[in-house]
Nanobody, 123 residues
Framework: QVQLVESGGGLVQAGGSLTLSCSAS????????MGWFRQAPGKEREFVVA????????YYADSVKGRFTISRDNAKNTGYLQMNSLKPEDTAVYYC????????????????WGQGTQVTVSS
């Protein structure tokens, strides 16, 4: 199990950029796949992006392909989400997640979650 803490959320205008960070505690983070989900008001939480433990594979939701980039620095126990060309529909609480098992077959059900960070994109 890893403990996850997100940071970097905030208010940005449409077309702008933000970088979220996910700081993990626990020696095993480097062995875990990690990623991001988001939940907009009145909507279900949805998958955004994930990356394998060594960064060899990434998985993106169609809605963010070409705009968002996930990365990680295992030496710092930190994952990142670079978000560019933000749209008002990207407004949501963004959650960092991690699991020993990476995404498979188009789905992912991580067991470890952060508390979330708010991202608001104004039009």
């Amino acid at each position: 199990q890893v403990q996850l803490v997100e940071s970097g959320g905030g208010l940005v205008q449409a077309g702008g950029s933000l970088t979220l960070s996910c700081s993990a505690s626990g020696r095993t983070f480097s062995s875990y796949a990690m990623g991001w989900f988001r939940q907009a008001p009145g909507k279900e939480r949805e998958f955004v992006v994930a990356i394998t433990w060594n960064g060899s594979r990434t998985y993106y939701a169609d809605s963010v392909k070409g705009r968002f980039t996930i990365s990680r620095d295992n030496a710092k126990n930190t994952g990142y989400l670079q978000m560019n060309s933000l749209k008002p529909e990207d407004t949501a609480v963004y959650y960092c997640a991690a699991d020993w098992v990476p995404p498979y077959g188009g789905s992912w059900s991580p067991t470890d979650w952060g508390q979330g960070t708010q991202v608001t994109v104004s039009s």
